[in-house]
């Protein structure tokens, strides 16, 4: 489709194991998000990356938290040793380029909803 | 600290009536500001943006103010319907020079348009 898509919708895991969340972004757009929702919660911003570069990862919330995007495409987002307070929807947006500054103009995709149980 | 507040987390009105939701910001670099529109198990949908260097942004039912001098910004929607029950979130964004950067989100507020 020409949506942000993610996958999985839906991932339940057991506490302690390893988790890997894929974004594939809008064709031809140079900025990726992660943000997360928890329940009740707004969107907490995790990375953004500019092409396959992330010059901002203030919003990781740990060392167990990781991404990468490779061919200014597709996404991963690595949650290690996962832990309760993981569960949330994880969000992928991706945003494209206008008159030297991104617009700004997020696409969002359906998000994965990560279970840790 | 949270950079963007939407201090109502709920907000009902009538059908046919104005909806007005509100947005506070703290950051002085924030100069793009955008309001996304959220259903259950979707991801947010841009709705509406203005930029710094204006006060007034209107998109047919929706229109965005934004007051610099108090830091605070709010979605009038006119006449609301039913459709426009969602969460609706604030973003903000400062230009660094280079890239746009991340966008900061509010914590939203859940609309509801009785019929």
């Known amino acids: 489709g020409a949506g942000v898509s993610q996958s999985p919708s839906n991932k339940v895991t057991e506490k302690g194991k390893d988790v890997e969340l894929r974004c594939d972004p809008i064709?031809?757009?140079?900025?990726l998000y992660w943000y997360r929702q928890r329940l009740g919660q707004g969107l907490e911003f995790l990375i953004y990356f500019q092409g396959n570069s992330a010059p901002d990862k203030s919003g990781l919330p740990s060392d167990r938290f990781s991404a990468e995007r490779t061919g200014e495409s597709v996404s991963t987002l690595t949650i290690q040793r996962t832990q309760q307070e993981d569960s949330a929807v994880y969000l992928c947006?991706?945003?494209?380029?206008?008159?030297?500054?991104?617009?700004?103009?997020?696409?969002f995709g359906e998000g994965s909803r990560l279970t840790v149980l | 600290d949270q950079q963007v507040k939407q201090n109502s987390p709920s907000l009902s009105v009538q059908e046919g009536r104005i909806s007005i939701l509100n947005c506070d910001y703290t950051?002085?670099?924030?100069?793009?500001f955008l309001w996304y529109k959220k259903y259950p198990a979707e991801g947010p949908t841009f709705l509406i943006s203005i930029s710094s260097i204006k006060d007034k942004n209107e998109d047919g039912r929706f229109t965005v103010f934004l007051n610099k001098s108090a830091k605070h910004l709010s979605l009038h929607i006119v006449p609301s319907q039913p459709g426009d029950s969602a969460v609706y979130f604030c973003?903000?964004?400062?230009?660094?020079?280079?890239?746009?950067?991340?966008?900061?989100f509010g914590k939203g507020t859940k609309l509801s348009v009785k019929p």
């Open positions: 973003a903000a964004s400062a230009w660094d020079g280079g890239s746009q950067g991340n966008l900061i």
């Open positions: 950051n002085s670099m924030f100069d793009y």
């Open positions: 947006a991706s945003s494209g380029r206008l008159s030297g500054r991104i617009t700004g103009e997020l696409f």
């Open positions: 064709s031809g757009h140079t900025a």
